[in-house]
């Protein structure tokens, strides 16, 4: 078993809809967890942290549930410039320290 | 913007050759990883480093090998390149503070022929 699963997508998804990824880690001993971004070809970049109390940077949303090891992210309104490959991400003492997850595709569809 | 570069962005080389791979930051991170990703597939961690003189290998079996001798400097060498090395490679660096980010460099896309 992977250390972190994610949503195996691809999720395609018209313009305006909400769409929700779920995530799931195996290491009780996890400390921070990330959503990154992955477009096409590029680099991946942090889009947001996730705290214990969930947090809202504009149309997105993350929530943490530490007792069931579970990461969400919630998209409303989607855009097209939202399509891209959404990354769990989990850091644990010691060890490698990140643990990236497979990804979740997205494509926003006009 | 990250302050994480490597070159080159591109590299295309016979069989056979050694390469390095450079990498630097000048965010003054003790951390720096390289991860392996084939297109459309989920990144690999092939070798990471907490400091200078610090080096350890990731998940995925590699050929390759990595220094540290300065702390922004952590280039990758394959001393023998084969068609089955050709991949994107991404170097990360982050600081030591628990929340701590990652942040990647653009990546070195290889073409072993």
């Known amino acids: 078993r992977k250390e972190v699963e994610q949503d195996p997508g691809p999720f395609n998804v018209p313009e305006g809809a909400t769409v929700a990824f779920n995530c799931t880690y195996s290491?009780?001993?996890?400390?921070?967890f990330f959503w990154y971004r992955q477009d096409c070809r590029k680099e991946p970049k942090l889009l947001m942290s996730v705290y214990s109390s969930g947090n809202e940077d504009g149309r997105f949303t993350a929530q943490l549930n530490r007792a069931s090891q579970y990461i969400s992210l919630l998209i409303r309104d989607s855009k097209l410039s939202d399509s891209a490959t959404y990354l769990c991400v989990v850091m644990k003492r010691g060890g490698q320290n990140f643990v990236f997850g497979p990804g979740t595709r997205l494509s926003v569809l006009p | 913007e990250a302050d994480i570069y490597q070159t080159p962005r591109y590299l295309v080389i016979g069989t056979g050759k050694k390469i390095t791979l450079e990498c630097s930051q000048t965010?003054?991170?003790?951390?720096m990883y390289w991860y392996q990703q084939d297109p459309g597939m989920e990144l690999h961690l092939i070798h990471y480093s907490y400091g200078v003189n610090s080096t350890e290998k990731g998940d995925l079996s590699s050929e390759s090998t990595v220094s540290r001798i300065r702390t922004e400097h952590f280039p990758l060498t394959l001393e023998s390149a084969r068609p089955s090395h050709t991949s994107q490679y991404l170097c990360a660096s982050s600081g030591f503070d628990s929340t701590g980010e990652q942040y990647f460099g653009p990546g070195t896309r290889l073409t072993v022929t």
């Open positions: 965010m003054g991170h003790d951390k």
């Open positions: 290491n009780s001993a996890s400390q921070s």
